[in-house]
């Protein structure tokens, strides 16, 4: 599988073990739904891209069409007309500590693969090992320290469901690990407010759009009581929604939102 | 400057920009203090290294007794007799997704540079940007997600200090970006408890057993009417502390802490 390495094309893509991804997870990433040679929203997921990347202090060392480039000579080399893109920026090499080198040389990867099949319907579990820190900038970039994730994954998987449903400190609903959450409540098309812990998430951010869906503090006891539950991802939507066994209908939200998504 | 990768000494390690803890933070690691040919407190470091990778469920590649022959090896290599040593260990090279692969090949790294000078009195501020999450299992493991602290340590930067102070959700003092904090107060010892979202340090946890100090939870105003703060982590302690303009005397818990870290 062909790599994009700072400006190259390779075979194996080799970081030094001093890059501050590597040692302190200082970077973030996109992962871009690459359908039929485009990627799917472009302009949102590079909008947002270059917001983290500001947050966090990490300057692009590429420009927006040197990255669409990357993703044709990509879809060339590893023949693939349909995939999954993810660009993962580090702050690159730095001596020990901390605070980050004055000028920094970023490290830029992009990878392309076959695209998954969409995913069916989802048995969750309310994850009971971590939270989700609506108090930590980090909740609104999609940043490299996903170990909260993988660990409400691993407990999940330990107990035979498929995904983890987060809350934030203080108990309210925020998202999945990979997903927004959306509900339809009380007559309308609800999901957690970023300031809940929410990542704004590309997805997210065209159904509140497009189908007005509105940001509203859930509690769990309000998640349950929903009529239908869709997750979101820049990947694709799921419905038939099961949380620790209440098993939630497929009903009309997840077609309006799957063509919604499909919309450029 | 020659570095152990997986078993070998190498000049240059490179990692594949597929490890997990390139991409997702997975994994963990130690920092500590070499001096005289020797790890210092190395049975408490690697108890700590060997807890925290039990709990994230990756297993340690290599023995404790190729551990040491390593370290011994990267100083001979890097002419080095004292300096400052870490190992980092992730999950190792991983597909797409969250959930580890079944039966991941770890990558271990260690790495040996000249000892810093040590550090003297340090100017704090309170962080505003973030918080320390005590709800998750990460408070309690040097984990390569650093972020929040790269963070916390960027503002204190900009705004002229050397170190930040962080809170966790709830307002109580956890710990500073790198060192665990101790304060004189009421006639003792104290120290934020793990609870509250302090890392378990090797050095925190000597100061514990040896001086008796005590945990306790902290609000911030009970740390600013404290008679003299200490912070400590493995490669030292520093006292002649400031909290935002604040200046704290430096008494004799400085002495007390610091001979107490320099015994075997």
New interface residues.
């Given amino acids: 599988m062909t790599?994009w390495?700072n400006g190259s094309l390779v075979e194996?893509?080799?970081?030094?073990?001093?890059?501050r991804?590597?040692?302190?997870?200082?970077g973030l990433?996109e992962t871009i739904c690459f359908a039929s040679g485009r990627p799917r929203h472009w302009d949102r997921h590079w909008a947002r891209f270059t917001k983290g990347a500001e947050q966090?202090?990490i300057p692009i060392p590429t420009s927006q069409s040197e990255v669409l480039q990357a993703f044709a000579d990509l879809a060339r080399s590893n023949g693939l007309n349909d995939g999954?893109v993810?660009v993962?920026l580090?702050r690159g090499i730095g001596?020990?500590g901390?605070?980050?080198p004055a000028t920094p040389s970023p490290t830029l990867?992009i990878?392309m693969?076959a695209a998954?099949a969409p995913l069916g319907p989802a048995r969750l579990t309310i994850c009971t090992?971590?939270?989700r820190?609506q108090?930590?900038?980090?909740s609104q970039i999609k940043?490299?320290?996903?170990?909260?994730?993988?660990?409400a994954?691993?407990e999940a998987?330990q107990k035979g469901f498929d995904e983890a449903l987060l809350l934030n400190?203080e108990g309210y609903v925020a998202e999945t690990?990979?997903s927004s959450v959306f509900a339809w409540l009380d007559g309308e098309l609800v999901t957690p407010p970023i300031k809940d812990g929410a990542l704004p998430g590309v997805a997210r951010g065209l159904v509140i759009e497009r189908l007005g869906a509105r940001e509203r503090s859930l509690s769990l006891a309000d998640l349950l009581r929903s009529e239908e539950i869709v997750l979101t991802n820049a990947l694709g939507c799921r419905s038939g929604i099961e949380i620790d066994g209440k098993l939630f209908a497929v009903g009309q939200k997840i077609q309006e939102i799957q063509s919604t998504l499909l919309r450029p």
Avoid: E, K, M
Avoid at 12 to 19: F, G, K, M, P, R
Avoid at 143 to 151: K, P, V
């Fill in positions: 790599v390495l194996a893509a080799l970081v030094d073990c001093a890059d991804g590597f040692t302190l997870g200082d990433f966090l202090g999954t993810r993962t580090t001596a020990r901390l605070l980050p990867v990878t693969v998954a090992v971590t939270r820190n108090f930590s900038p980090l940043s490299l320290n996903y170990l909260d994730g993988i660990l994954r691993q998987s400190t690990t990979v």
